[in-house]
């Protein structure tokens, strides 16, 4: 299983953004649907792709790291939400229900 890591730092974050290849959820827990996807996220994290890092931010606690990251991306903060990137750039967000275990896999896959 590939392990999940939070970010806690902005250090921390600036290094989501020299990663090869990187999924970042952003993670309310304080929202059932975002509980839901985390769950969707960690089914999937069981056949991750080796060279796939996966992190995660607690939007609650962390408000000021989801900031930079949308300011950085251009992606409105949405909670939950999963952005996949690949040498610091987006390729692909969803958001909500949106977040399940196939739509993460195929947005991940190698192209």
């Known amino acids: ?3 999940i890591l939070e970010v806690r730092t902005s250090e921390e974050m600036e290094e989501v953004f020299m990663m090869e290849r990187v999924l970042l959820f952003k993670n309310s827990t304080r929202c059932g649907i975002s509980q839901r996807a985390l769950r969707e996220l960690r089914e999937f994290a069981r056949e991750a792709p080796e060279d796939l890092e996966i992190r995660m931010v ?3 606690e962390r408000k000021e790291l ?3 990251f949308e300011e950085k991306t251009g992606i409105p903060h ?3 939400q999963a952005v996949y990137l690949e040498n610091g750039k ?3 967000d969803a958001s909500h229900f949106e977040i399940n ?3 993460l896999r195929n947005a991940t896959d190698k192209r």
């Open 66 to 68: 989801s900031d930079v």
């Open 101 to 103: 275990e196939k739509n």
């Open 90 to 92: 987006p390729v692909w």
């Open 1 to 3: 299983m590939k392990e």
């Open 58 to 60: 607690d939007v609650n």
């Open 78 to 80: 949405k909670s939950p």
